[in-house]
């Protein structure tokens, strides 16, 4: 709410590393690129990936990474060159053996859910399959092999799930039968929905997690209306109005400390530091 409705922001720290944002905007670029290039055709695109590599990817490095072309960087750049090689190929065969078509990268797509709440979704990569049914997979360049893996299996990717309805929103009568993340450095596709050649995720507890977002967005918003802000982190979660409320109202659930499940988890990245008192 004091993000989107009160227009607060400050400076993106979800990705600390700017060596990893780097190499991530490169290789969004460089797939982007690929798949203009080829006119979406998925057998151009593996011949460009054979004949054309290392001339497409010194293009998108000079446009979106150029600091990995210094001199100490020689062995970094050698590095990400061959993982994105690999990880572009198996991504390649696993749109193949799905019978994949893409649609494009970086796709917007709006809608308004409420006459108070518009949404918007920025597609990596938007496909449809065999049957005409959506397919959304966002790409990540992350030196964590299980952060994603994990976010799928808890029911926590909110995103992906955000995605899936503003795309059904946007197009009324379409279905969406697939969401992914796909973890570029490590070349690994995570869903818990069917594809094959893939380690389908099984989610702990499967829920709608949208609707959970949006019931907590109109209870948030209510109580900032009646004057209530809660601020409990690392402590007790029995004594938030929010957390004592989440089943009655379906809410999406607080997160716990890792180490006392009892406490509310401290939000580290939070650009709100100064409203809870703090700036440490």
């Known amino acids: 709410v004091l993000r989107y409705q009160a227009g607060l922001s400050g400076s993106s720290v979800i990705e600390s590393s700017k ?9 969004h670029l460089f797939i982007e690129e690929l798949v203009k290039d080829s006119g979406k055709d998925l057998q151009a695109m593996k011949r460009l990936m054979e004949k054309n590599f290392p001339e497409r990817l010194e293009k998108a490095i000079l446009q979106k990474g150029a600091i990995l072309l210094l001199a100490e960087n020689r062995i970094m750049l050698t590095e990400f060159s061959w993982q994105l090689e690999k990880s572009v190929d198996n991504l390649l065969r696993i749109l193949e053996i799905n019978g994949l078509k893409v649609e494009g990268c970086e796709i917007v797509r709006e809608c308004r859910y409420s006459d108070e709440l518009s949404l918007e979704a920025r597609i990596d990569m938007l496909l449809k399959n065999e049957k005409g049914s959506y397919v959304i997979i966002d790409m990540k360049w992350t030196t964590s092999k299980t952060y994603y893996n994990r ?10 799930e955000v995605y ?5 929103r946007s197009e009324p009568g379409i279905q969406v039968s697939v969401v992914a993340y796909y973890n570029l450095s490590h070349g690994i596709l995570e869903t818990a929905d069917e594809l094959q050649g893939v380690n389908i995720i099984t989610q702990d507890e499967p829920k709608d997690i949208f609707s959970q977002a949006m019931n907590s967005y109109v209870y948030r918003w209510n109580q900032l209306n009646a004057g209530i802000i809660e601020m409990a982190e690392k402590l ?8 004592n409320d989440t089943e009655k109202h379906d809410l999406y659930p607080l997160e716990y400390d890792s180490q006392i499940k009892t406490l509310k988890k401290t939000n580290d990245f939070s650009d709100f530091k100064t409203f809870k008192g703090g700036l440490l």
């Open 19 to 27: 060596e990893n944002r780097t190499k991530g905007n490169v290789a």
């Open 151 to 160: 976010l799928i299996k808890e029911n926590k990717a909110l995103q992906l």
């Open 164 to 168: 899936r309805e503003v795309l059904k």
């Open 236 to 243: 007790p979660l029995d004594n938030l109005e929010y957390f």
